[in-house]
């Protein structure tokens, strides 16, 4: 937010502090000054410039597009050849003569221009070097003597202060209000300013009709009516004062009403009343069908319930964010309905936020205005037209305002004001304090408590502590002396389900980080078309997205990690391990369905190139199998029993290299493997990228066991291998599990020795597989006879369940 201390000044003529002491005091108040800007309107390096007056002004008889003028400087008359657009005779303007020197190092010459000399120069403000506005020559005030060196003027310097304004405090989105705050923060008076409307047209009802039709969105609506207006340029401390504030001239009614915003904080809207069907204003909500074109000529499609100023027939304004083009003020307007309105914050913002269409009004209106400030603000902008538009005011305005209510009463504890700040305040002093700020103080007898009525322009004053803010930031943050503060232990334990859950991630986040990985955070809003890479279910879907890469709530980590490694390898990191614990989120299937929310971690390995080791012992192609190991390892230290790799091909990963991951041969819990070549190309991504993703949740619920000591065997085990015959389509690990299922006393592991496909040897189809089973007995040494008779009932589980041809 832009302030110039010279409106400022408007509010406070007795403020002498330096901008300095001025951005301090307000920084010190909560009201962050980032930067100091001054302006000046008379650059150096200028030689040869005076004031002068034009005279004269005829067309070129060589082009259409200039002018020939005479231009006194004071002592002769000149002839001189124009371009400027808004060169009138009678005008002041800053004059060149020939051998003067402008900021650019440019020396002004005798030139003849389409056969007509001109001896000089009339100036725009971006040839003097004080903007990059050349739309015209530098307008002059009427009082200007003429011949005076431009560099003699009374040199008009202002200071703009950038405020960064926080989002409770609406009220200082104006000037008043942070007149207001200055006025309390530095002791000077504080002065609103002199409103006084001259009525003399015809009575408001005979020009102009309003009904409000939705009281709830606009509890309050003001209006007048100005007729017989000249449209046509500001003022020139009007455009000025608007450009210092970082806005540009548009003509002078529509500058007024947007002078009277930020100087006021209150929004305003001026309509062509000519162009308003029947002269009937409606403040309603939209229908079905309906569309706006709004002053940005863009054509917009209403949704139904959204806020709008209507007339008869269709809707003219988009209420408190945008005017429509219809009805805006342009050259031949001379009569104008002037709006001022106050519009519940809710509506507003929901009205931006559907329309995807934000501006200085739909800012202030969505944080809230004064409601109370609405016809003071209308009767300012009225009073300002009349004196640079001309024109009669009509005689009253529309005020309809169903929605009054009485000012916010607190009623504040001082002891708390103790408890809070550390230090006692005197009940005068918070008196004081709280008159200051414009409330209402109300001491009460014991003098223990005070009470306060919040004026209309606080909305962000709501509850006690509130109150005891404000004291602390009037009398100064500095004056609270440090303490201690008590410690109070928080009795409140976690709960069983709550203790597992913390000391899962805990686990996961240390089995990874020693496995070489590294935790990452991303969002999790993500586009739509990256949600359906790795997930097929039902989207859920935001209603008010940031953009569109963040309109659906993930429904997998994965795009969110696949994302990080692009922007790692495009800053040539080559070897990356990731990973990330969070939630994922599923719309439910049918009526009524409950939004799904799931614990999970996924994580990623992309390498461009084999690291190289001492002998190249470390050098070779990391495939899907040292990746599987990885899990493996991590599945071991949850100590997560019967958990299997099974092959499968995942959404989003290669056929034949990913798989599922399965729980107790029945619970699907994951998903790892090669992110396919499709995805790859997607992302821009040259080196194979390895991803898995696991559910926690079923993992906490269903797998995790507990451990259990196991003695050291005192007898020794007995080592016998099984070659047989199987179809190759039998996965290994099923295979495994029924030969450790056999008999889950005798048999301590089993694993896979030697593995043969072979068109030659082999039927088409088989493979040959042999294990080496390991038997192991408690309490005794194993005979021969009893590995025998576990041995035979393995090989008739393996013929059984897979038709396999034991190998003798």
């Known amino acids: 937010m832009k302030i110039s201390l010279n409106i400022l000044r408007k509010f406070l003529p007795d403020l002498s502090k330096s901008p300095g002491e001025i951005a301090e005091a307000l920084t010190m108040g909560g009201l962050e000054v980032e930067a100091i800007l001054p302006v000046r309107e008379h650059p150096p390096g200028i030689t040869g410039v005076v004031t002068a007056q034009v005279t004269l002004v005829e067309k070129h008889p060589g082009a259409d597009r200039l002018s020939v003028c005479e231009v006194n400087d004071g002592q002769v008359i000149h002839r001189v050849v124009c371009g400027a657009p808004n060169v009138k005779a009678g005008m002041k303007y800053p004059f060149a003569r020939i051998g003067a020197k402008l900021p650019a190092g440019v020396e002004i010459k005798k030139a003849k221009i389409r056969g007509i000399e001109s001896s000089g120069m009339l100036l725009s403000k971006a040839e003097l070097g004080i903007s990059d506005d050349h739309s015209g020559i530098m307008e002059l005030p009427d009082d200007t003597k003429i011949g005076i060196d431009f560099n003699e003027l009374e040199k008009d310097i202002d200071i703009v202060l950038e405020v960064n304004v926080t989002p409770n405090r609406s009220d200082c989105l104006n000037h008043i209000g942070i007149a207001r705050e200055l006025s309390v923060l530095s002791g000077v008076n504080f002065v609103l300013p002199q409103i006084i409307v001259k009525e003399e047209g015809q009575d408001i009802s005979e020009s102009a009709r309003v009904d409000l039709l939705a009281p709830e969105a606009c509890p309050r609506y003001c209006g007048r009516v100005i007729s017989g207006v000249k449209i046509g340029e500001s003022p020139v401390w009007l455009k000025e004062d608007l450009i210092r504030i970082g806005q540009r001239s548009i003509n002078n009614i529509v500058d007024a009403t947007n002078y009277v915003l930020f100087l006021l904080g209150q929004p305003l809207h001026a309509f062509d009343l000519s162009r308003i069907k029947g002269r009937e204003i409606l403040i309603r909500d939209s229908r079905a069908g309906e569309k706006l074109v709004t002053i940005d000529h863009a054509e917009r499609e209403l949704p139904p319930g959204t806020l709008v100023i209507a007339d008869r027939e269709r809707p003219i304004a988009l209420a408190g964010v945008m005017g429509g083009a219809e009805t805006e003020v342009r050259g031949e307007t001379q009569e104008v309905f002037l709006e001022s309105a106050w519009f519940q914050p809710l509506a507003i913002r929901q009205s931006s936020k559907m329309m995807k269409l934000s501006s200085e009004s739909s800012l202030r209106f969505a944080r809230g205005v004064d409601p109370e400030g609405v016809a003071l603000a209308l009767d300012y902008a009225a009073m300002l037209i009349l004196q640079i538009a001309g024109g009669k005011l009509a005689r009253g305005k529309v005020d309809s305002y169903p929605g009054k209510k009485p000012c916010e009463k607190l009623s504040l504890d001082l002891s708390e004001v103790r408890r809070v700040l550390g230090d006692p305040v005197p009940i005068e002093e918070a008196a004081r304090i709280f008159t200051s700020l414009g409330f209402q103080p109300e001491p009460s007898p014991d003098g223990s408590r005070i009470g306060v009525t919040v004026p209309s322009f606080r909305h962000d004053l ?99 990690l696949i994302n990080t490694v692009v922007h790692n390898l495009r800053r040539k990191f080559n070897d990356l391990r990731f990973f990330e614990l969070g939630r994922t989120f599923q719309r439910g299937t049918g009526k009524g369905a409950e939004i799904q929310e799931t ?35 991590v599945s071991s230290g949850l100590n997560v029993e019967n958990l299997s790799f099974r092959e499968k091909t995942s959404q989003g990963f290669e056929p034949g290299l990913s798989g599922g991951i399965v729980l107790d041969s029945q619970f699907e819990v994951g998903r790892f493997g090669r992110i396919a070549e499709s995805v790859r190309k997607k992302y821009e991504i040259l080196p194979v990228v390895f991803a898995f993703e696991l559910d926690l ?112």
């Open 462 to 560: 709501r509850e006690p502590v509130d109150l005891i803010e404000e004291i602390a930031r009037v009398s100064g943050y500095g004056r609270i002396q440090p303490t201690w503060p008590g410690l109070r232990a928080d009795r409140r334990s976690l709960s069983a389900s709550e203790k597992k859950g913390v000391s899962l991630e805990r686990k996961v986040r240390d089995l990874f980080s020693s496995q070489g990985f590294a935790q990452i955070i991303t969002y999790s809003f993500i586009s739509s078309e990256e949600n359906q890479i790795f997930s097929s279910g039902p989207e859920l879907r935001i209603a008010n997205p940031l953009s569109d890469q963040m309109e659906i709530m993930r429904g997998s980590l994965l795009p969110g």
């Open 599 to 633: 614990n999970r971690v996924a994580g990623v390995i992309a390498r461009v190139e084999p690291p190289e080791g001492w002998r190249g012992w470390l050098a070779g192609e990391f495939d899907l199998y040292h990746f599987k190991g990885i899990l493996e390892n």
């Open 697 to 808: 949740d079923t993992l906490l619920s269903r797998g995790i066991r507990p451990k259990k000591f196991a003695a050291f065997p005192r007898h020794p085990g007995v080592e016998w291998d099984i070659a047989f015959f199987v179809n190759d389509s039998v996965p290994y690990d099923e295979i495994r599990n029924v030969i450790l299922q056999s008999d889950s006393n005798l048999i301590k592991d089993s694993r896979l020795i030697d593995l043969y496909r072979g068109k030659e040897q082999l039927a088409a189809g088989k493979k040959s597989m042999a294990f080496r089973i390991y038997y192991l007995s408690p309490d005794h040494t194993l005979t021969d006879e009893e590995v025998r008779t576990v041995h035979r009932q393995v090989a008739e589980n393996l013929r059984q369940k897979f038709s396999a041809m034991i190998r003798e």
